[in-house]
């Protein structure tokens, strides 16, 4: 059986709770292991807090949209915002060989997101950045 959610919040960081609270709550009902609800929680919470901190520019209003669906093993994710078109699948992965300290700043999050989701994908549509993340459940 398909479910599907939708949520819409300020982007601020102190709504980002209300969209991981309704994510964990419902991925965990669906039966998927704990460990998948957390690496999806976690690249919830990246997602969101790049979005927050860098889509509107400091201290602009925007909304952000999370749509998502639960069917047959699989957690598919869509964040849209109208903020700053940015691609993050463009970010070259960060050589994680080099010292923390000499690495480039960025890239360090959306390279988390990659490894913990099965698929991550980005478009832009009109003024709209929508990036989709799907996780497809373990044996675990």
Known sequence: M????NISISNRIEETPRV??????EVF??????????DILIAVDEILSNIVYYAYGEGGDGR?????LID???VELEFSDEGVEFDPL???DP?????????????LGIFLV?????????????????LKITKIKTGE
């Open 90 to 92: 463009k970010k070259k």
């Open 20 to 25: 991981t609270a309704l994510i964990e709550n």
């Open 29 to 38: 009902r669906a039966g998927f292991p704990q460990k998948d609800v957390y």
């Open 114 to 130: 990659k490894k913990l989701m099965n698929s991550v994908e980005y478009s832009r549509v009109g003024q709209k950045n929508n």
């Open 95 to 107: 050589d994680t060989s080099v010292p923390v300290d000499k690495r480039e700043i960025g890239g």
């Open 72 to 74: 047959d093993g699989k």
């Open 64 to 68: 952000i949209d999370v749509a998502f």
């Open 2 to 5: 398909t479910r599907t959610y």
